[in-house]
């Protein structure tokens, strides 16, 4: 794998530009802490006319303040606003659902029903031949992950066996591309089929590490966006890959930050939670990936004392239960 050279010491730079990122979290977590409306849910668009937050955004919100091990405001307020969402049956929805309830209230059993919407869901019926396959693959990768969460095996492992079989030479979709790999990967890693296609996926991924932002989304495509450069570094988490230019990923996931804080899919476009959340799980897996990044290290490391959450019986810190997120 080809790396940029090692930075060695640190210099004046990389203390100024440590201090850039520390300041580029805290304005994140501002931002998220605003989209936080009275009835403790969270909302992308909140103004005085939108005031209700929604299940996706509260989620993103949740989760990016724990990668960033802050306290959520008024936990026992946001765990009733989730509560009113017992009854969803959307897969999406239930994923939202299960994953924020983890990390508030991890010893709190959910409510019944999400158990039996949980255990109705069905894997999705495979577009037919020539058709996209993102589509399926997001919303199968979903399913699986609430059936790894209620100990479906069998559904995990047979799904499994069908997505090894899509693999285009260690690439998936209709035409190869980052986003369905990272999807299917991602699949594979819930039944530890990785092994069986690591080698042509790692490759793959290798063909796609281009400048000027890191990654692009297939071999040939030129323009890169925040969810490709999310999806290019998942993979290289999930196979144990370096990232080839860590610094031109981190420059550019840092200039889809806006004024306000937020993150948005590429520089100057419309930035919302999901894509804040986005960033900073880039963030963090590259510090996690690239040991050329020591300005991350130092950022994160402000950010060291977790939160301890008590809404129901029992307190508990949030990095207690990471292990129940999605990987960053």
């Known amino acids: 794998m080809i790396s940029e050279p090692d930075a060695g010491p640190a210099s004046a730079s990389d203390t100024e530009e440590s201090v850039h990122i520390t300041a580029v979290l805290e304005r994140a977590e501002q931002y998220l802490l605003t989209r936080q409306g009275p009835d403790g849910g969270f909302c992308s668009y909140r103004s005085r006319y939108v005031e209700d937050g929604n299940l996706a955004d509260t989620a993103n919100a949740i989760h990016a303040l724990t990668l960033l091990r802050r306290p959520v405001p008024d936990p026992a307020r946001i765990a009733t606003f989730l509560s009113g969402f017992a009854g969803c049956r959307q897969p999406v929805h239930l994923m939202d659902l299960v994953e924020t ?164 899919p590429s520089p100057g476009a419309l930035a919302d939670v999901e894509m804040t959340d986005r960033a900073l799980r880039i963030l963090l897996s590259a510090q996690k990936r690239s040991g050329e990044l020591p300005v991350l290290n130092e950022a994160f490391g402000c950010h060291a004392d977790a939160p301890a959450y008590n809404v129901g019986t029992t307190a508990v810190a949030v990095h207690a239960n990471v292990k129940s997120l999605p990987s960053v």
């Open 101 to 264: 309830w983890q990390i508030l209230c991890p010893y709190e059993p959910l409510d019944a029903q999400v158990h039996d919407h949980i255990a109705a869901l069905a894997i999705p019926r495979f577009p037919d031949a020539g058709a996209q396959q993102t589509g399926w693959l997001e919303r199968t990768r979903i399913v699986l992950r609430l059936k790894q969460w209620a100990h479906d095996i069998e559904t995990i492992s047979r799904t499994s066996e069908f997505v090894q079989s899509l693999s285009d030479d260690g690439a998936y979709g209709t035409t190869p591309n980052l986003w369905d790999t990272w999807l299917a990967l991602d699949i594979l890693a819930l039944d530890k089929g990785l092994r069986d296609v690591e080698e042509r996926s790692r490759s793959f991924v290798d063909r796609v590490q281009r400048l000027p932002a890191g990654f692009t989304l297939t071999a040939r495509s030129q323009v890169a966006t925040l969810s490709t450069v999310f999806a290019g570094v998942s993979c290289c988490r999930l196979l144990n890959m370096s990232l080839r230019y860590p610094r031109q990923t981190l420059r550019f996931v840092l200039g889809c930050q806006n004024r306000r804080g937020a993150f948005a």
